[in-house]
Nanobody, 118 residues
Framework: QVQLVESGGGLVQAGGSLRLSCAAS?????MGWLRQAPGKAREFVAA????????RYADSVKGRFTISRDNAKNTMYLQMNSLKPEDTAVYYC??????????????WGQGTQVTVSS
């Protein structure tokens, strides 16, 4: 069983930056971030393969968000720059037993709120 703990959410003005962290308690093969805005379905944001650090991003965040991982700390990050009000959502960390950055996720964190004011 893998436990995931997110941190780093908060309130920021449009154009600002935040960095989210997700600490994993066990071994994972790929991890990702997803988000859910009020009244909307959960959507994919970014994913990373734990061994080769290959990544993929949603079109809406390409060029603004960067996903990374620190193997020694077993922690994944999401650096979010040039934030927009439409980035406002609860951000969830997720992990998969599969190494594919396209795989479905087996484990989920509790979510962290990101609010971008205009």
């Amino acid at each position: 069983q893998v436990q995931l703990v997110e941190s780093g959410g908060g309130l920021v003005q449009a154009g600002g930056s935040l960095r989210l962290s997700c600490a994993a308690s066990g071994r994972t093969f790929s991890m990702g971030w997803l988000r859910q805005a009020p009244g909307k379905a959960r959507e994919f944001v970014a994913a990373i393969n734990w061994s080769d650090a290959s990544t993929r991003y949603a079109d809406s965040v390409k060029g603004r968000f960067t996903i990374s991982r620190d193997n020694a700390k077993n922690t994944m990050y999401l650096q979010m720059n040039s934030l927009k009000p439409e980035d406002t959502a609860v951000y969830y960390c997720a992990a998969s037993r599969s190494g594919s950055i396209y795989a479905a996720y087996d484990y989920w964190g509790q979510g962290t709120q990101v609010t971008v004011s205009s």
